[in-house]
């Protein structure tokens, strides 16, 4: 098949797209149209949690396909209501609301926040936020993260997302006041630059929250779903939040996300929340398949040794180059620059021949990994091999 300049420019410009097209994956490969290969160390965000085309993805969206796609949200389905059974097992929350993006999961946390607040806090409505974090693309979403430039493109902004500075919790006591109704945050920010909180931050967040009778919200998009070698990142602070966003991972490649909240938040009453997708049985049979393969047995602690595996070939590379370390948790990683080469490294390593390897920058002095959580030993060797070569100077 041709693909033709006509064929792209047919597309609304929102991202500069390299001059290829994917047409097939396998685990932590992706195939273009003319045929080469790439090692996948973005898997589309963090999204490709088993890899590309998984089988039991494919097996569980072709065996749902042949039964039910969608009897409407206004009535039960089989895979919506055993995988929030399965969330609400293993984890503090009691119940779950799905949704299609991680951006409209954290839609539906801030109107539950704001609901409660209305309820429970005499109509409390500010949900203090984080310098530099992200939490989707929706207007509200947009005004409750901290990126740069990002309260003036579409202004005016939603109001009531006070901005804190992460890992400093004299900066969120200052900004709560009787308005305030929730804290949100990201366990680890990801397109921030993979900055994990500090675990004694986040056991003061909860304490000081609990203190004031303010909700706590956390943001595991990026982070959730086995993504920091625990099936959710909030686990490894030991504490129970209030309110929880999923998205990427848990639909393994296909639109899922999920907003779970302890039993005395949940104030919506019919009418409040929904959408004509929400909770469908094609998306969350592909969710049970995922949540299913990360809790087989010794799946997490695998996740957790490759993560450990991956942090000390990074060093090794930072050493040898004379780079500025490495951090993040699990398999959400960064490799920190001595310099601003991220995009020109991320724009080398996609031209490499024979084959290419797919890396992401966040910003210019970075680069992030985020494989799949099955990524095997050799695979992640291979990434380090092929990166050593372009940190050459
Ligand atoms: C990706 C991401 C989102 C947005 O998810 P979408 O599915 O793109 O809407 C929100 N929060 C965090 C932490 C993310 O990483």
């Excluded at 969608?70 to 059974?85: Q, R, T």
């Excluded at 393994?252 to 996300?257: D, K, Q, R, S, T």
């Excluded at 990074?314 to 993040?328: I, T, W, Y």
Aim: proline residues 5%; glycine residues 12%; hydrophobic residues 45%.
């Amino acid at each position: 098949m041709q693909y033709h300049a006509a064929n792209t420019d047919s597309l609304m410009t929102i991202t500069n797209r390299p001059e290829l097209v994917f047409e097939r994956g396998e685990g932590s490969w992706l195939f273009d149209h003319q045929g080469k290969r790439y090692l996948d160390f973005i898997q589309g965000w963090a999204v490709n949690c088993l890899g590309h085309c998984p089988p039991e993805i494919t097996a569980a969206l072709t065996e749902q396909a042949g039964k039910l796609l969608n009897p409407s949200p206004a009535f039960y389905n089989g895979p919506m209501v055993e995988l929030a059974g399965l969330l609400t097992d293993n984890s503090c929350f009691d119940r779950v609301f799905f949704a299609n993006t991680g951006a409209e999961a954290n839609e539906g946390a801030i109107k539950l926040a704001r609901k409660w607040g209305q309820l429970n806090r005499d109509g409390a409505f500010e949900i203090i936020t984080f310098g530099h974090s992200f939490h989707g693309r929706t207007l509200a979403t947009m005004s409750a993260s901290g990126k740069a430039g990002w309260d003036t493109i579409f202004a005016p902004q939603v109001s009531g997302f006070p901005k804190a500075v992460y890992n400093d919790i004299a900066s969120v006591e200052a900004l709560i006041g009787p308005k305030t109704v929730a804290v949100m945050l990201e366990p680890v920010q990801g397109e921030g630059g993979v900055i994990p909180a500090d675990l004694e931050f986040l056991k003061a967040l909860r304490a000081l929250t609990e203190a004031r009778g303010i909700l706590l919200i956390v943001d595991e998009v990026q982070t959730g779903v086995g993504r920091t070698g625990k099936l959710f990142a909030y686990e490894h602070a030991g504490i129970a939040p209030d309110i929880m966003t999923l998205g990427k991972g848990i639909g393994g490649g296909v639109p899922l996300a999920a907003l779970l909240a302890r039993e005395a938040i949940c104030c919506f009453v019919p009418g409040d929340q929904g959408g004509t997708y929400n909770g469908n049985p094609l998306m969350t049979a592909v969710g049970v398949a995922v949540v299913r393969r990360m809790l087989a047995p010794g799946f997490l602690a695998e996740v957790e040794a490759r993560g450990q595996y991956l942090a000390k070939r990074l060093l090794e590379l930072s050493a040898k180059h004379g780079l500025k370390g490495e951090r993040g948790s699990g398999l959400l990683r960064a490799l920190i620059l001595d310099d601003e080469r991220g995009p020109e490294i991320v724009q080398k390593a996609l031209a490499l021949t024979p084959f290419g390897l797919l890396l992401n920058a966040p910003r210019p002095n970075l680069l992030r990994f985020m494989p799949a959580l099955n990524v095997s030993e050799a695979e992640i060797d291979q990434m380090i091999g092929l990166l050593d070569s372009l940190l050459q100077r």
